[in-house]
């Protein structure tokens, strides 16, 4: 089920960053491996075994005032890392999807893959999320995949990462009514930050609008940061987009070049709320330039 030529050690060190009270433990590298359809996050050395509690997640030991009480391993830290990452079945495409292996074409890209690194180092220190935008093929999952990578494996974020597709069809299964507090809802509302992968893509209906606005505004209520992807056009020009003072190298920017003019945009496909919480809430990235799917290798880099 190996891929033959796993990632590169996605946790940088073997060494887990535990939060204190936890008891920091060496473990095997983290890599990335295919499984079926997904990529899957494991410990390098399969069936390792923590030395410090056999895997029982910790241990019993006395306090200062002689009382057993149940120690954490800091192993379950690593595992819980890895656990957040699998949870996302992020498909084998992206399995050597990481910020580094991104390979800009244009200056947008180039622009992109810095503002997805300085999002990563800087988080939680950001101002918002973003919504990386552009034309079909041009690395935007491929960018989101790697934010999320580096902030669940390295950073230890709670995160997810939702195809936008799975999402609404997961909400529709789950709801028997318009409650708005399905089992489903509730965890995107609350996870520190969610990865909306293809958003406006499919037919949205009225009822998906509502739910997606529904989850959209009470995580702007909760401050809670979102990241979107988009085939859509979310350039400015032509709509109104609401205040979008996060976001000004996307409004300096003219949107999609002629060719591609005829492509919807994002605001048509979710409705003029949602794209204007987003403007609020997310700067926006345009990811121009030719399908890196279609050209292969026939274009070089810009530098
Ligand atoms: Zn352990």
Redesign the pocket.
Known sequence: MTTGQPAADSSGTRRTTVPSGLTP?EHPAIIIRERGAFCVAEFEERGWA?P???????SVVRDEQGYEVFAP????QTRRRMELFNQARIGVRYINATLESYEPKTADQVSAQRQALDFTKMYPGVNGGLVFWGAVGTGKTHLAVGIFRELTLRKGVGCRFVDYGNLLQDLKRSFGSRDGDSPVMLPLVHVELLVIDELGKGRNTEWEETVLDDLISRRYNAGRTTLCTTNYDASKSGHDGGQSSLNPAYQARGGFSAASGSIPHLEDRVGVRIFSRLCEMCEFVHVSGADFRKTGQGISRIR
Request: aromatic share 0%; charged share 10%; hydrophobic share 10%.
């Open positions: 433990v923590c410090s509690c056999s895997n029982r997640g910790g391993c800091g192993c379950t």
